[in-house]
């Protein structure tokens, strides 16, 4: 997976929007106002593309101890974010973008109900 397959998955689904709210290389999706992946795009850029994803805290710790690839990120609450190594190769294509729905859905599932009908108002991407 690369940056732009990144995006363009992210992007298609509903409320959506990417931002640079911390600094100028460190690309956010969140769905409404609510983080969901962060990609830091300096290692991207060198090769060592990772993204952080929102977790489900018991998730968290089977995947962690299933995988090399999934550990605990800085700067985030590592009982409900991980990181992903995806330029480890580890994790197929297929299962990144399960781990980005289910990382969209805990963010989605933490919503006020405002906020949730306020989503589901808005047209499909």
Known sequence: ??????RIYCLSKK?????????????V?????????????K???KG???ITLKCDPEYTIELRETYKSVYAGPYVSNKHWNTISIYKGE???QFIKALIDHSYDMVVKGMTKKLREQLHSLPDS
Do not use: Y
């Open 15 to 27: 409320g959506v929007s990417e931002s640079f709210p911390f600094d100028e290389s460190t690309l």
């Open 43 to 45: 290692l991207w850029d």
């Open 1 to 6: 997976m690369n940056i732009e397959q990144l």
């Open 48 to 50: 060592e593309a990772t």
């Open 29 to 41: 999706f969140k769905v409404l106002t609510k983080m969901f992946v962060l990609a830091p795009l």
């Open 91 to 93: 994790l197929k294509p």
